[in-house]
């Protein structure tokens, strides 16, 4: 994910589930799963194909929620080392 997306990026397009919304239910909301990302937000729950690669079945996505979380979670442990 070297590429920087604003957080108005739009990530689930069944959804209309912006990145921004996703950041904020894994920093505020403390989701810390695909699975709740999708509760909070409603990300995923439609096709599944922005969950990840692997689930992307039409190869329509650039940036998937296994990512996101995956690099916050990268940047919290950081932060506290």
């Known amino acids: 994910m070297a590429r920087k997306f604003e957080h108005t990026y739009e990530v ?3 959804k209309h589930v912006t990145l921004g919304e996703i950041v904020y239910a894994i920093e505020q909301k403390g989701a810390d799963s695909v699975e709740k990302i999708g509760q909070i937000t409603d990300a995923g ?3 599944g194909c ?6 992307d079945y039409a190869s329509k996505h650039i940036l998937y929620l296994d990512q ?14």
């Open 68 to 81: 996101i979380l995956k690099k916050l979670k990268d940047e919290q442990k950081q932060r506290t080392n």
């Open 50 to 55: 922005c969950k990840s690669k692997e689930d």
């Open 12 to 14: 689930c397009f069944c």
């Open 45 to 47: 729950t439609v096709c």
